[in-house]
């Protein structure tokens, strides 16, 4: 059994930033693909970023692209979202996903990943 547990969640002024990270536990490997996806209140969850098991592959939806940066370290089972230039619209309740995977591949669909974290929340104040 694997657990993904978010944290680094909270509030703050639009224009500010924050850093998410998520603790792999458990039966983990590091061929792992590690995502974030994030779903506001009335809304579908939605894909944020995505990252190889080696880091150098990375993947960001288009509303972050350029603000957001995914990372990971394998030593730790760790993955990192920082998220500069937060906007209103981006207030949501983000979760980190992982799957194991092939070299190359970064799905973007919540349908591909295996293991989900509790969620960590994240409020934007205009």
């Known amino acids: 059994q694997v657990q993904l547990l978010e944290s680094g969640g909270g509030l703050v002024q639009a224009g500010g930033s924050l850093r998410l990270s998520c603790a792999a536990s458990?039966?983990?490997?590091?061929?792992?693909?590690m995502g974030w996806f994030r779903q506001a209140p009335g809304k579908e969850r939605e894909f944020v970023a995505a990252?190889?098991?080696?880091?150098?592959?990375?993947y960001y939806a288009d509303s972050v692209k350029g603000r957001f940066t995914i990372s990971r370290d394998n030593v730790k089972n760790t993955e990192y979202l920082q998220m500069n230039s937060l906007k209103p619209e981006d207030a949501a309740v983000y979760y980190c996903?992982?799957?194991?995977?092939?070299?190359?591949?970064?799905?973007?669909?919540?349908?591909?990943?295996?293991?989900w974290g509790q969620g960590t929340q994240v409020t934007v104040s205009s």
């Open positions: 990252i190889s098991w080696t880091g150098g592959i990375t």
């Open positions: 996903a992982a799957r194991t995977a092939k070299a190359g591949w970064v799905p973007s669909l919540d349908s591909e990943y295996t293991y």
């Open positions: 458990g039966r983990t490997t590091s061929t792992w693909v």
